[in-house]
């Protein structure tokens, strides 16, 4: 499948904002959803549904192969060893807190610590700060460079003998860059340390080979890579999640019950207690197929190149200022424009029927790294195009006039 009229697969891309043709820029947000999942969630509803595992009926039967189907999906997506390590949940946020809740509470004591970054999303920030007020870890910031980012060395001096878990985001939500996961890994595990990777921004731009990697925990999100909401994954090399005790109880979970005990299920199942997201992960799989015909290498050359080409526009118009480094940003580009507050730059953008975000993007410590109280932020995914990208800067200049006025 090529990205040529790949606008025609998403419905909703087909309308118009006061009285202008939607240009979606809030894709780091949620992303659009095509025909085929939306079409898989309808099939599920219609003739499939019936919940899984427990039953013997033809429906239940058709439900669970579907659920299971999906969960193999994600498996041979990530290049994990086996589909038992692949938890789904509600999305990238309860993956890091499943994480966070049942291993990291077992394994930390006082005087322990736990590396992460500021860039961090509030999803893979506060968990941490959590865990550490529980159990008296210390928690140790990678510190960041003038443009946001971190360097290597900076990594290597942080992450100590004393470090039990280090914590980071394979790409920002705000700047944009990839963060050098591998070799954080490789630096984490030196000092016995394991490592849990937020991968929200980075699966629906990229390939992603947990194996490769060598992560310990890579969380991520179905809404943002064409799939719904409310479905995530976790994944988790086999042996710390067998060693993880389950946060949630009740039907699906256990293996065995009595009136003041009970035995769990083998992984994942033991993660998953009642009814799980079935019609979620059905469109998860359906999403995954979506992205692998089109191709993760030609999705990330498209928004890499999309992206570069808005920066070279938005260098263009005097005030600009945006955030992070020049080069190497997947899909979005966070900025202000003068002193137009970012919800005011939103709102009149609105009308141009360009669709953007501005406020703090759950990174309130990166926002007062750059003393900004709020920044607007443009992301761009496959469907989006240069005539999109034109539009906004458009917009952008009549914006610019208007508070001129």
Request: proline share 3%; aromatic share 8%.
């Amino acid at each position: 499948m090529k990205l040529i009229n790949i606008r025609k697969q998403f419905p909703i891309l087909n309308q118009e904002i006061y009285g202008h043709p939607l240009v979606y820029l809030d894709n780091a947000a949620s992303t659009q959803k095509p025909l085929q999942v939306i079409e898989s969630l309808q099939q599920y509803y219609e003739q499939d549904n019936a919940n899984v595992h427990r039953g013997v009926h033809t429906l239940s039967s058709r439900a669970t192969d579907a659920y299971e189907g999906a969960r193999k999906k994600v498996a041979n997506f990530l290049n994990a060893k086996t589909e038992k390590e692949v938890t789904f949940t509600r999305g990238t946020t309860s993956s890091i807190n499943l994480v966070a809740s049942s291993y990291a509470r077992a394994v930390c004591n006082e005087g322990d610590e736990i590396v992460i970054s500021a860039m961090e999303h509030h999803s893979n920030l506060l968990p941490w700060q959590q865990v550490a007020k529980a159990t008296k870890a210390k928690l140790k910031y990678i510190p960041l460079q003038n443009d946001g980012t971190f360097s290597i060395g900076d990594v290597e001096k942080t992450i100590t003998d004393h470090t039990k878990i280090v914590a980071i985001s394979h790409v920002s939500n705000v700047l944009g860059i990839a963060n050098p996961v591998k070799q954080i890994a490789a630096i984490a595990h030196k000092h016995g340390a394991i490592i849990i990777v937020d991968g929200a921004q980075s699966v629906p731009h990229m390939k992603v080979d947990v194996q490769d990697l060598n992560c310990d925990f890579y969380a991520f999100s179905g809404h943002k890579m064409c799939g719904p909401t409310g479905i995530g994954v976790l994944y988790g090399k086999k042996q710390l999640l067998e060693q993880m005790e389950p946060i949630e109880f009740g039907g699906e979970m256990i293996n065995h019950v009595d009136l003041y005990d009970a035995s769990w299920k083998e992984l994942p199942w033991k993660f998953e207690g009642g009814t799980p997201i079935i019609a979620g992960a059905i469109g998860l799989g359906t999403a995954i197929d979506f992205l692998k015909a089109i191709g993760l290498d030609t999705i990330e050359k498209h928004d890499k190149q999309l992206t570069s080409y808005a920066v070279e526009r938005m260098k263009q118009i005097e005030d600009v200022r945006m955030y992070g480094p020049d080069d190497g940003r997947f899909g979005l580009v966070t900025f202000n424009l003068g002193k137009v507050h970012p919800h005011d730059l939103a709102t009149v953008l609105d009308t141009y029927g360009i669709a953007i975000r501005a406020g703090h993007h759950c990174c309130q410590p990166l926002m007062l790294h750059f003393e900004a109280s709020a920044t607007a932020r443009a992301s761009f995914y496959l469907y989006n195009t240069e005539e999109d990208v034109d539009r906004f800067i458009l917009a952008l200049e009549k914006t610019k006039e208007f508070f001129k006025k």
